[in-house]
């Protein structure tokens, strides 16, 4: 291959580079807006659903405890109430750390690793 064919291919993989670039950066902002707003949506939606659900449990909790407070199982109605909830944190957590994490901007990278397998196909 002799050196102009090479400073041509060179240039054409340059100018298919830069005109990505614009693109690149059109889909930054767009992924970026996706995922502020899908994640300010998800928060939005676990502090409503976390709030509704800690009281609506702890009425639950408290008329249990009221049940009981006149029967000789009082001490233990609420010991077995308050050791279910340290086991309800605890398996939590544990579902918690077990998710996955979700891959935010995969379409950029996506898109940038088909555009350095087709850059490696043109110097090749």
């Known amino acids: 291959m002799s050196i102009q064919s090479k400073v041509n291919q060179w240039s054409t993989v340059s100018r298919f580079c830069m005109d990505r670039m614009a693109d690149y950066g059109e889909l930054i902002s767009i992924e970026l807006a996706q995922a502020r707003a899908q994640l300010a949506r998800e928060v939005i939606a676990l502090v409503a659903l976390a709030v509704a659900g ?3 449990l702890s009425f639950f909790c408290i008329a249990i405890i ?3 407070l006149s029967t000789p199982y009082f001490v233990q109605v609420a010991w077995a109430i308050a050791a279910a909830w340290l086991l309800l944190c605890v398996i939590s957590f544990i579902v918690v750390r077990a998710q ?3 891959r935010s901007f ?3 990278q996506d898109e940038i690793h088909h555009d350095l397998r087709a850059v490696k196909e043109a110097l090749k």
């Open 54 to 56: 800690l009281f609506a």
């Open 106 to 108: 995969r379409v950029l």
């Open 100 to 102: 996955k994490p979700v």
């Open 66 to 68: 009221a049940t009981a």
